[in-house]
């Protein structure tokens, strides 16, 4: 080989690789993001005068058209717009939405996208799986809720209490206690549908269907099922379960005034609308740790993104942002508890209770995420009132819910 081809052929090579090391930066995601939301008067301000400003700072390339949609007909709205293919690229929706619009195939699957998987590990597991359905998770938990026990301070302090019992066993032989004066009950689920019932259920060791979502039979009426309904409908006979779990009076919040309640299972909207005088009156815990451990439900909105959108870089890129622990905390201005751990676990400046709601979102479970979820309410419902009114036993009740269910989960 000659000097001349020598020489030409380690430039090439030196060239080469200096195109290889000096690579074009990737070409900013641009587009414009049409988001709908049904936030409040007080969130949506919030959101447009703190959360988009800095969504631009750091996006200048990215438009947010933000529409406040009204809650009532949302549903039929958004399959009419999907079908006029002008349906928004992005929603807040709510979380039982979810699982039946992924069904309909109008979703984008999220858990393909790349940065999924580093964003996963930090939200909540029971928020999270909200989004999911049929292995695959198709929106991100955006805001969420749960409910804790709230004790009246004063009805403790009667019973020689100054903390809340930790232990289920504990607060019924509270409620055994309480039980000797009239008009007065130890707890309270507020009415029989799973955002009221599912809590006691869960904590007393029942499921409703398996890890996946797919079959109720052999867990909804399983015998540590049957053990929790029986469980509660004994307490129930026995006097320690109050009347608003039937609609009656005194109803749940009404109860705690007068001191006909130990404790009532809430949100934390108990004490956004009450006010100072719920937290001066009441001591806040975790759902008293049963057989199935200490087991609340799930609630809040996700982030999902429409699978005809045509922005769909930017949509993802808004709603990666939407999860960051800065924009997280902001929202949780308004009184929303963030869903992801690190933003939980940083907040400041808030009430003291907020993370009694924090520390049970940690256990916490979501309802059925299914398509059918409407219908499987209704059977779930009507099941356990059936038990409570003297119609069914427990296990005729349950295995008749548990053959329903399975045909609704398929």
């Known amino acids: 080989m000659t000097l001349k ?21 990737p070409k900013p995601v641009s587009g414009k993001v049409l988001f709908w939301h049904t936030y409040s008067e007080g969130e949506e301000a919030l959101f447009l005068e703190e959360v988009v400003p800095l969504f631009n700072e750091a996006y200048p390339e990215i438009e947010i ?16 717009a999907y079908t006029g293919n002008v349906a928004p690229d992005v929603m807040r929706m709510d979380i039982v939405w979810v699982p039946e619009f992924a069904k309909q195939g109008i979703l984008e699957e999220v858990s393909a996208f790349d940065e999924f998987s580093d964003l996963k590990d930090n939200f909540f597991a029971g928020s999270l799986s909200t989004n999911f359905y049929n292995g695959k998770y198709y929106g991100l938990p955006l805001n969420t809720n749960t409910k804790v026990a709230v004790y009246s301070k004063a009805v403790l ?15 019924i032989a509270l409620a055994r ?11 309270t689920p507020q009415g029989f549908g799973p955002w009221g019932f599912l809590p006691y259920f869960w904590t007393l060791g029942g499921k409703v269907t398996d890890d996946e979502y797919s079959v109720a039979t052999g867990y909804l009426n399983s015998a540590d099922s049957i053990a929790a309904v029986q469980q509660l409908y004994d307490y129930y006979k026995e006097g320690l379960i109050g009347p608003a779990m039937f609609g009656e009076q005194p109803d749940a919040w009404g109860g705690m005034a007068g001191g006909n309640y130990l404790w009532i299972d809430d949100g934390p ?8 005088t719920a937290i001066d009156s009441t001591i806040v815990s975790t759902i008293p740790e049963g057989k199935g451990g200490s087991v609340s439900v799930v ?14 870089d930017a949509s993802w890129t808004f709603m990666q942002f ?4 800065e924009v997280q905390k902001i929202m949780a201005k308004t009184g929303m508890i963030p ?22 979102l940690k256990t916490a479970q979501p309802r059925t995420p299914s398509a059918s979820w409407g219908s499987i309410e209704q059977v779930l419902s009507l099941a356990i009132e059936s038990v409570f009114r003297d119609e069914k036993t427990v296990t005729e009740a349950l295995n008749d819910a548990a053959t329903e269910i399975d045909a609704l989960l398929k």
Request: charged letters at 20%.
């Open 269 to 276: 909207w108990y004490f956004s609308i009450i006010g100072q």
């Open 177 to 187: 206690t309480l039980k000797a004066s009239d008009d007065r009950w130890g707890l």
């Open 65 to 80: 058209e933000s529409v406040r949609m009204p809650y009532d007909g949302l549903k039929q709205q958004v399959i009419t």
């Open 5 to 25: 081809k020598l020489l030409v052929g380690l430039f090439s090579l030196l060239l080469v690789a200096g195109l290889a090391g000096c690579k074009a930066d």
């Open 339 to 360: 869903v992801t751990q690190s933003a939980a676990d940083s907040l400041t400046d808030v009430p003291a209770y907020v993370a009694t709601y924090i520390e049970q």
């Open 157 to 171: 302090a009667e019973l020689g209490m100054t903390e809340a019992p930790a232990t289920w066993d504990e607060m």
């Open 322 to 325: 939407m999860m960051t622990d």
């Open 299 to 312: 609630g809040g909105e996700d982030l999902v993104m429409f699978n005809k959108s045509e922005n769909k």
